[in-house]
């Protein structure tokens, strides 16, 4: 089964950048929402951003909003999460997903059927 495939995490500094992108494993058909969900050691598995794919509206968590941008490219079914300004508190492993069915969950990882691996992002103080 076609699967999101994520690139792009590391370490970093508290206050730099890192740009997260997901694509798919093989080709598929397009998605209605392409999400960005993180999870930290001992917490639960959170909301970052989400983007629906006809229109491009997007959708942040409080969290992060203003300092990330989430962005797709429709040619080859990509999405990115650019994170700026990192925090300590941002460290987590950031997991991309599709939703290849309508939903109004696009903040809620039941709202996804396709996950990825996850990519891990660590930022030191």
């Not at 494993?25 to 001992?42: D, I, K, L």
């Not at 460290?91 to 997903?97: E, K, L, M």
Request: overall charge neutral.
């Amino acid at each position: 089964q076609v699967h999101p495939v994520e690139s792009g995490g590391g370490l970093v500094q508290a206050g730099e950048s890192l740009r997260l992108s997901c694509t798919p494993s093989g080709p598929t058909f397009s998605p209605y929402f392409m999400g960005w969900f993180r999870q930290a050691p001992g917490k639960e598995r959170e909301f970052v951003a989400a983007i629906s794919w006809s229109g491009g509206d997007t959708y942040y968590a409080e969290a992060v909003k203003g300092r990330s941008t989430i962005s797709r490219v429709k040619a080859n079914i990509s999405v990115s999460l650019q994170l700026n300004s990192l925090k300590p508190e941002d460290t987590a492993v950031y997991s991309c997903a599709f939703a290849t069915k309508p939903t109004h969950y696009y903040h809620h990882h039941e709202g996804y059927d396709l996950w990825g691996q996850g990519t891990q992002v660590t930022v030191s103080s």
